[in-house]
């Protein structure tokens, strides 16, 4: 592959859907920002994307896989062809503000200790409201169950401009995030295990133990279509939320936390796996099941994951606590009915 400079590499990870992709690089066609590349990292598409794509935009490098990766292994793949300093990793089931590169590249170079910047993702379909898929910016609480500024669970607010200010979050939504690239792969770029679902989580989560920051610069705007590549109540994606986010506690934790914790993660488990029969819902219930199986019977998995986290580990949980909601997101959601960030936020002052 032949080098040439470029600031930025956008790299969009595809599976069928020309007119989604299509709309998308349309969008980027309108960036205002001169040095960056576009990459399409195809997870082996059956409805003719490739051709188009080499019809339409020669100028994209086009990565064409064997077969589906995932976004993970699609992302992964990707970087290996990027000429830019930074990376965006973006869905292509969005569109973005022409103005949304330079916010995130002038927060970026404020400070060489921040990692990621996320911009504030809304909705493609009702643009006035937060996306599920990122919000604000992103967080956890201890229990590993992810939460944005703008959305709850299933509770999406409307953008007031209450979540404007540029600060840390956690985490960036893998809809759209600019990572440094000599930081990805010092990280250990995406865990391929995940497949989809929280792989940006765990990917940040490294990047805070390292002792980077992950930024949110809401003056960078990207639209996204929430679910369309995967149904919101599938079997799915319920399973690959449950075990990914398993997988990052018994993962990433050190020993004494991941049996504290991990012990209280379990019953919750248990009592989401309850609810969903009491509510008729299936396929919540076989997915919890499933994602618990996969943990019991993978355990050197989660051990080669420990060790790798260990390897790179600047920073102990005493000080990573700093940066999760110390209590239950599950408990203040669903019982105290705390619906929103700042609601969560003064709990946790």
């Known amino acids: ?40 990292v195809d997870n082996a598409s059956t409805d003719g994307s490739q051709d188009w794509i080499k019809e339409e935009y020669p100028q994209i490098i086009l990565i064409e896989n064997d077969k589906n990766y995932g976004y993970a292994g699609g992302c992964n793949r990707g970087v290996d062809y990027a000429n830019g300093e930074f990376i965006i990793f973006l869905n292509n089931d969005t569109i973005q503000d022409p103005e949304w590169i330079k916010y995130l590249i002038s927060l970026v170079e404020t400070n060489e200790n921040i990692a990621a910047v996320q911009p504030k993702v809304l909705n493609y379909f009702n643009k006035n409201i937060f996306d599920y898929a990122g919000g604000s910016g ?56 995940f497949f989809s679902h929280m792989e940006e989580i765990d990917l940040c989560w490294r990047l ?108 102990k949980d005493n000080n990573l606590f700093k940066n999760f909601f110390k209590n239950s997101i599950v408990y203040n959601y669903y019982i105290k009915g705390k619906k929103t960030y700042l609601e969560i936020e003064s709990i946790d002052s």
């Open 138 to 193: 992103g967080h956890m609480d201890v229990f590993c169950f992810p939460f944005a500024r703008g959305r709850i669970f299933l509770n999406q607010e409307i953008d007031l401009g209450q979540y404007n200010e540029s600060r840390q979050c956690f985490w960036a939504s893998g809809t759209a995030f600019l990572i440094r690239k000599e930081l990805f792969f010092k990280a250990g770029k995406f865990d391929e295990v």
């Open 1 to 40: 592959m032949a080098e040439y400079d470029v600031k930025v590499s956008i790299i969009i990870p595809h599976w069928n859907g020309i007119e989604t992709l299509s709309e998308c690089i349309k969008s980027i066609l309108k960036t205002q920002f001169d040095s960056y590349e576009i990459i399409v």
């Open 208 to 315: 805070r133990a390292m002792g980077f920051q992950i930024w949110v610069a809401p003056k960078s705007i990207v639209y996204h279509k929430n679910a369309l590549s995967m149904p919101m109540h599938s079997h799915k994606k319920y399973y690959l939320n449950h075990r990914n986010s398993l997988l990052m506690l018994f993962g990433n934790y050190s020993f004494s936390n991941t049996i504290l914790i991990g012990t209280v993660r379990i019953i919750l488990e248990y009592i989401a796996f309850f609810y969903s029969i009491f509510k008729f819902d299936w396929n919540h219930a076989s997915a919890i099941i499933r994602s618990l199986c996969w943990i019991v019977f993978h355990p050197h998995i989660i051990l080669k994951k420990r060790s790798r986290f260990k390897m790179i580990r600047k920073e």
